[in-house]
């Protein structure tokens, strides 16, 4: 078993920031990519960002240049950072990881999410 902890979400006004945190635990061989989802109430989940074990990003077009996510392979941890936060950010945010549970297997696991507040 896998598990992902997400933290640092809260209640911020617009133009705040906030950093998000989410380590991963368990029977892990290694860790091939993690990122992290968004999702609104009535809304689809959708791509926030993604970074590679080999260091490479992508961004939902919504974010780019304004969020920056990071990882500490050693520690299995992924980091987002999100800054001048508007109110459509708002959602729960939920951390998501490609572990590689075997030489020959990967399993692709999520995290309970973090609520995410951007309002005056």
């Known amino acids: 078993q896998v598990q992902l902890v997400e933290s640092g979400g809260g209640l911020v006004q617009p133009g705040g920031s906030l950093r998000l945190s989410c380590a991963a635990s368990?029977?892990?061989?290694?860790?091939?990519?993690m990122g992290w989802y968004r999702q609104a109430p009535g809304k689809q989940r959708e791509l926030v960002a993604v970074?590679?074990?080999?260091?490479?990003?992508n961004y939902a077009a919504s974010v780019k240049g304004r969020f920056t996510i990071s990882r500490d392979n050693a520690k299995n941890t992924v980091y987002l950072q999100m800054n001048s936060l508007k109110p459509e950010d708002t959602a729960v945010y939920y951390c998501?990881?490609?572990?590689?549970?075997?030489?020959?297997?990967?399993?692709?696991?999520w995290g309970q999410g973090t609520q995410v507040t951007v309002s005056s």
């Open positions: 998501n990881a490609d572990v590689v549970i075997t030489l020959r297997a990967n399993v692709l696991y």
């Open positions: 368990g029977s892990i061989f290694s860790i091939k990519a």
């Open positions: 970074v590679t074990s080999g260091g490479s990003t």
